[in-house]
C-alpha cells in the first residue's frame, strides 16, 4: 500500500527554537494533512493542503504542498511547551477520508 | 462543532470476555466512521468503515467475526471486540470525515487492556 516516509523520528528543542519536519512518498496524492495527538487522545488536524504548492499557516504553525505532490513539511516556530505531543503527516489519494494514510509520526519534546 | 466521543476511555477486561466500544457523533449526523486501532509508539491503522444501515467495510487482514461493527443511527458506531485476547490490548480510535471530504474528527480514544 501507500507508505509515507515522515522525518525524524523524534525531536528534543528548547523553548523558543523552530522545528521543522517532513513527510515523503513514492506516490502522487491530491491532499496532505496535518495532525497532532497529545498523549491519550485522538489526532486533531492543524492544517489541510489541497494543491501542490501551497502554503498554509495556522498561528505558529505552517506546512506547505510539495511541487512534485509526493511530500510536505510542518514547521512550527517559537515553541512553547503545550506543543510536545506526535505530530502525523496523512494524505489522501481519492476523495475519502477514510481511506488516509498515516505517517509513523514525529514525537515531539520542548524542555522549558 | 464536530465534536466526536468515545466511552469508555479505558477498559481492562479479562481474555475471552467481549467488549463494546462506542463512537457518538455529538452535534453532527455521520452516515460514515471509520476505526483504528494504534499500538504504542506506532501510527493509526485503519480497521474499518462503519456505514449506517449497512454492513461494515473491513481493511485486509481484519478479522470482521472478531470486531463486530454496528452502526445503528446517524450519530452512533459500536465496535465490540469479541473473545478478547492479550493482543487486542491497543488504543482504538473512531473519527468522522469533516466538513470536507478529506478531513477527519477524530474521537478521543479509547484503551483497552486485556489480561
Known amino acids: 500500500g501507500q507508505q509515507l516516509n515522515q522525518s525524524p523520528q523524534s525531536m528534543f528543542i528548547q523553548e523558543g527554537e523552530d522545528v521543522s519536519m517532513n513527510c515523503t512518498s513514492s506516490s502522487i496524492f491530491n491532499t496532505w494533512l496535518w495532525y497532532k495527538q497529545d498523549p491519550g487522545e485522538g489526532p486533531v488536524l492543524l492544517i489541510a493542503l489541497y494543491k501542490a504548492g501551497e502554503l498554509t499557516s495556522n498561528g505558529r504553525l505552517t506546512a506547505q504542498f510539495g511541487i512534485t505532490r509526493k511530500d510536505s513539511f510542518l514547521n512550527i516556530s517559537a515553541s512553547i511547551p503545550s506543543d510536545v505531543g506526535i505530530y502525523f503527516c496523512?494524505?489522501?489519494?481519492?476523495?475519502?477520508?477514510?481511506?488516509?494514510?498515516f505517517g509513523d509520526g514525529t514525537t515531539l519534546t520542548v524542555k522549558p | 462543532g464536530a465534536v466526536v466521543s468515545q466511552h469508555p476511555s479505558w477498559v481492562i477486561c479479562k481474555s475471552g470476555t467481549s467488549v463494546k466500544i462506542e463512537c457518538r457523533s455529538l452535534?453532527?449526523?455521520?452516515?460514515?466512521m471509520f476505526w483504528y486501532r494504534q499500538f504504542p509508539k506506532q501510527s493509526l491503522m485503519l480497521m474499518a468503515t462503519?456505514?449506517?444501515?449497512?454492513?461494515?467495510?473491513?481493511e485486509q487482514g481484519v478479522e470482521k467475526d472478531k470486531f463486530l461493527i454496528n452502526h445503528a443511527s446517524l450519530t452512533l458506531s459500536t465496535l465490540t471486540v469479541t473473545s478478547a485476547h492479550p493482543e487486542d490490548s491497543s488504543f482504538y480510535i473512531c473519527?468522522?470525515?469533516?466538513?470536507?471530504?478529506?478531513?477527519?474528527?477524530f474521537g478521543p480514544g479509547t484503551r483497552l487492556t486485556v489480561t
Open positions: 462503519s456505514n449506517e444501515g449497512s454492513k461494515a467495510t473491513y
Open positions: 452535534d453532527f449526523q455521520a452516515t460514515t
Open positions: 496523512a494524505t489522501t489519494k481519492g476523495a475519502n477520508a477514510g481511506k488516509s494514510t
Open positions: 473519527s468522522a470525515p469533516g466538513t470536507t471530504s478529506y478531513e477527519q474528527y
